[in-house]
């Protein structure tokens, strides 16, 4: 089975250089860190991020926050984060909240509103078409899209759906008296 999964995982890597449309599933938290950072490393500047708190998506590692900055560096880049609960971001991740200060202009952090407290997915965007989906925010098993633009849709039409009745939450600059 390990060798199977290993050809997988090298025809997967294979297919998301060449830009070819495919999807692989994973089940460890693990494979999920490996599909967001190749995701970042071919991401050109449009990321849309919906997690519970980012405290399973290794978006704080320092291979994640240099792909993260390189993409933010692009003229058209843009950055959105919606969250259940920011307390994770605002005191367990300085890399990102040093990014969040550094392109402020290009990246937002957002609460999602009560009500929808109860969703359950995670998942990461990158424009056009690609995308990284945990199907559970308690479960690592989900699947990685590349080239997908019906797959693509309708996550981006879900995120667009909960970032226009979420509100802005964190800012990177603390306010003293």
Not at 37 to 44: I, K, P, V
Not at 148 to 170: D, H, I, K, M, Y
Request: with cysteine; aromatic share 8%; hydrophobic share 40%.
């Amino acid at each position: 089975m390990a060798g199977i999964a290993t050809a997988s995982s090298r025809r997967a890597k294979a297919d998301a250089v060449d830009g070819s449309q495919f999807e692989q599933r994973f089940d460890t938290y693990r494979e999920h860190a490996d599909a967001i950072q190749r995701l970042l490393d071919a991401s050109r500047g449009q990321l849309s991020v919906f997690d519970p708190d980012l405290s399973h998506c290794e978006l704080e590692s320092a291979q994640c926050v240099a792909l993260i900055e390189r993409c933010l560096l692009n003229d058209d880049a843009r950055l959105r984060v919606v969250l259940h609960d920011t307390n994770f971001l605002e005191t367990r991740c300085p890399r990102l909240m040093r990014l969040l200060g550094r392109f402020s202009h290009c990246f937002e952090v957002r609460r999602s509103p009560d009500d929808l407290r109860n969703l359950t997915e995670c998942y990461v965007l990158s424009e056009p078409d690609d995308g990284i989906v945990r199907f559970h925010r308690d479960w690592a098993r989900g699947k990685w899209f590349v080239a997908n633009p019906e797959e693509a849709g309708v996550w981006r039409n879900r995120f667009t759906q909960l970032w226009e009745c979420s509100v802005p939450a964190v800012s990177a600059t603390r306010l003293g008296l």
